[in-house]
Nanobody
Framework: VQLVESGGGLVQPGGSLRLSCVAS????????IGWLRQAPGKAREGVSC????????YYADSVKGRFTISRDVAKNTVYLQMNSLKPEDTGVYYC????????????????WGQGTQVTVSS
């Protein structure tokens, strides 16, 4: 079981990035998948999650209306489209899968990717 993130980088405020989370060793649509981030000196926080049960999506208040999570079953990939980026969005972004298949987003993650750095700065 492996999750690999990509798509991070340096972007100016107001810009956009699309993060990808590719799974190998298990079908991504069988698990709820979350995106979390950790800024320097801060605790890791949940950003978004897509449920395996009905593709219901969840967002932190700080990213609602700016970020969109989606799933491409054929590519076994979950995306996080990030628009209108702000400096406070800077951090390492991780994708993670729920420990139990076919459950909703509970924040009980069993597998993690290595993370991808997002830096929003002018």
């Amino acid at each position: 079981v492996q999750l690999v993130e990509s798509g991070g980088g340096l972007v100016q405020p107001g810009g956009s990035l699309r993060l990808s989370c590719v799974a190998s060793g298990f079908p991504l649509d069988a698990y709820s998948i979350g995106w979390l981030r950790q800024a320097p000196g801060k605790a890791r926080e949940g950003v978004s999650c897509i449920s395996s049960r009905d593709d219901k999506t969840y967002y932190a208040d700080s990213v609602k209306g700016r970020f969109t999570i989606s799933r491409d079953v054929a590519k076994n990939t979950v995306y996080l489209q990030m628009n209108s980026l702000k400096p406070e969005d800077t951090g390492v972004y991780y994708c993670a899968s729920e420990a139990t298949s076919f459950t909703d987003c509970h924040g009980d993650y069993g597998s993690w990717g290595q993370g991808t750095q997002v830096t929003v700065s002018s």
